[in-house]
């Protein structure tokens, strides 16, 4: 079978052999003959049946068969490791492992703030929950749009679930005479934006405004609120394109007079 | 969270108003959006129901009749795949039949959009919203 094998794969056997020197050499990193030998003498009583090899790599050999039985290695804490520069012999004994470096004593902001930072990189939408006076408030009439099409969703923002990654909004509207609420991660890809409709006339002067939900309270459809503003967003863009094209026109004239000045 | 004894709304115009979840189909825990159930209606929709004609609500269905439904909208919250989440004002259902049709030949009101992924494609396009 084995000849077969080889007539098959006839570098069969030199991958083995490669894969046997790769293992010795993650289980020896660095030896020495020289170390080898100047520190087995050093060393203090070794239990019976255990011999030394290189550093503290121990191996047992069975009395039997000659063979070894199992090895393990001895490894010290990086704190002895650091402080073991006063005694020769330790320093000796001790396998040189990376200084480990503690983690910070709370992790989750830092990986939170990281987070943020890729999803949101402009930080857009961080500013425009933040606690400030600009940044949109409860009470406030918003509009979110999807990435993948369908219509956007308005309503009244009732809530602002801050969870760093995870802050979430809770928007609240009647759509063919039925409440509906929709939460949406604010730092979510699919919501393709965000916007101000119209802002609260006064401030809350609670964080959760649940009352909104009871029929005293209840503001109904913003759908009228959020058609105006639509109308009034586009006149003034149109208006802008306007003067932007009336603008563009003249410095085009300009600089086909200049060009017709200079061919004379 | 449409379990026994649940009390919902039709909208539809197969002439129940009112009917009661009497068994939710093919699962134990409770019904969500596009989960088929089977209620009791308990309520008909009057000759002056509102926002349907007089042609359309010819009336199917009697109260005590027992049919099969399909929940379009539930006071739970129902969470989506993108991290958002849908709730409604109301429990509201659409009757059909055992195959699986439509009953009334109309949905008026707002319908959830897990109607798509449990594939009921005909009660959507009867719909004329969807959140």
Same mark, same amino acid.
């Given at each position: ?143 979110v ?23 979430a909004i809770?928007l ?10 929709m939460w949406y991660k604010i730092?979510n890809?699919?919501v393709?934006?965000i ?70 | ?22 068994? =939710? #189909? ?5 019904? $969500?959006?596009? +989960?088929?159930? /089977? @209620? ?30 399909? =929940? #379009? ?5 129902? $969470?989506?795949? +993108?991290?958002s /989440? @849908? ?45």
């Open positions: 079978m084995n000849t077969a094998l080889l007539v098959r794969r006839p570098l069969g056997c030199l991958k083995a052999s490669l894969r046997q020197t790769r293992q010795q050499n993650r289980v020896f990193p660095n030896r020495h003959m020289a170390t080898a030998t100047a520190t087995a003498s050093k060393r203090g009583p070794i239990p019976s049946g255990v011999s030394i090899d290189d550093h503290n790599f121990y191996r047992i050999i069975d009395p039997k068969t000659k063979k070894t039985r199992t090895a393990f290695a001895v490894y010290t804490p990086p704190e002895t490791t650091s402080h073991s520069s006063t005694t020769t012999t330790t320093k000796k004994r001790s396998l040189t492992l990376p200084k480990l470096i503690s983690p910070p004593a709370d992790p989750l902001p830092a990986l939170h703030a990281q987070q943020i930072k890729r999803m949101d990189p402009t930080g857009a939408r961080t500013a425009l929950f933040a606690k400030t006076r600009t940044a949109a408030r409860v009470g406030d009439i918003l509009m749009t999807h990435r993948r099409g369908g219509e956007p969703f308005a309503g009244v923002l009732l809530s602002i679930r801050r969870a760093g990654i995870d802050t809770l609240r509207n009647h759509l063919a005479k039925v409440g509906v609420e730092y890809k699919n393709a934006g916007e101000i409709v119209k802002r609260a006339k006064k401030r809350a002067r609670r964080a959760r405004l649940t009352y909104m939900r009871k029929p005293k309270h209840d503001m109904g459809s913003v759908s009228e609120v959020v058609l105006a503003w639509r109308k009034m967003r586009r006149v003034v863009a149109t208006s802008k394109a306007a003067s932007k094209a009336k603008v563009d026109a003249k410095a085009k004239k300009a600089g086909k007079a200049a060009g017709a000045k200079k061919a004379k | 969270m449409i379990q026994l004894k649940s009390m919902l709304n039709c909208i539809d115009n197969s002439g129940a108003a009112m009917v009661e979840c009497v068994m =939710v #189909v093919g699962q134990k825990k409770h019904a $969500s959006i596009g +989960d088929r159930i /089977v @209620v009791v209606v308990q309520k008909q929709r009057g000759a002056a129901a509102e926002g349907m004609s007089a042609a359309s609500t010819a009336v199917k269905v009697k109260r005590g009749d027992i049919r099969h439904a399909v =929940v #379009v909208r539930t006071r739970q919250m129902v $969470s989506r795949r +993108d991290g /989440v @849908v709730r409604f004002d109301d429990n509201a259902c659409v009757l059909i039949n055992k195959a699986g049709d439509p009953v009334g030949t109309r949905v008026n009101g707002i319908v959830g959009q897990e109607l798509r992924k449990k594939k009921w494609s005909k009660i959507l396009s009867m719909a004329p919203m969807q959140a």
